[in-house]
């Protein structure tokens, strides 16, 4: 996309959704279940060298983490949950990864992580989420209030009102559903 395009996601957000929609809620698939297939996503989007081993335990932080932004983005949209755990995991990811600020020589400033391998890599992921809360585009990174699906997304709508997903779908099915609830109330016995 060009920088002009009115549908591009700022600071890269679009990376941290993609890696959030490592799971597909409504059909259980999930393209990270284990350590090797953590390894292929992260070196596919740049965070990783290819063919770099990725442990249990580097598997579980990653899986943590993919939870954690989840609670945030459905706390974007209006969704209960444990934010105070999800942050704290957040700190964890950024502590691990030795996430900082670095300054260049010409005015440049970047978040960058200081530690290599996996740790760096989950690091790396929060850079942009530490832009979009520096400007607020944060806000619009949510997770589908439909509690089958929890699909990630950028909401472009001018309000910040999105709530869905996929209006067509999600937003039908709820739709329909309260018809349903609505017209079971009102019919007798």
Known sequence: MS???????PH???????F???LDV???ADSIANPEQLGAWLAEH???????ATSPGEHAAALRLREALRQLMLANNERDGDVGA?????????????LAVHFTGEGAVSVAPGAGGVAGALSKLLAPVAAGLADGSWARVKACRAADCEWAFYDRSRNR????CDMAVCGNRTKVRAYRRRGTAKSPG
């Open 26 to 28: 409504e059909t259980a």
């Open 86 to 98: 999800a942050w704290s995991e957040l700190e964890r990811t950024a502590r691990d990864g030795e």
């Open 20 to 22: 959030v929609n490592t």
């Open 3 to 9: 920088s002009t395009d009115s549908k591009r996601v």
């Open 46 to 52: 740049g965070l990783l060298v290819e063919g770099a």
């Open 161 to 164: 009102s999105g709530v869905w």
């Open 12 to 18: 890269e957000l679009d990376l941290v959704i993609d």
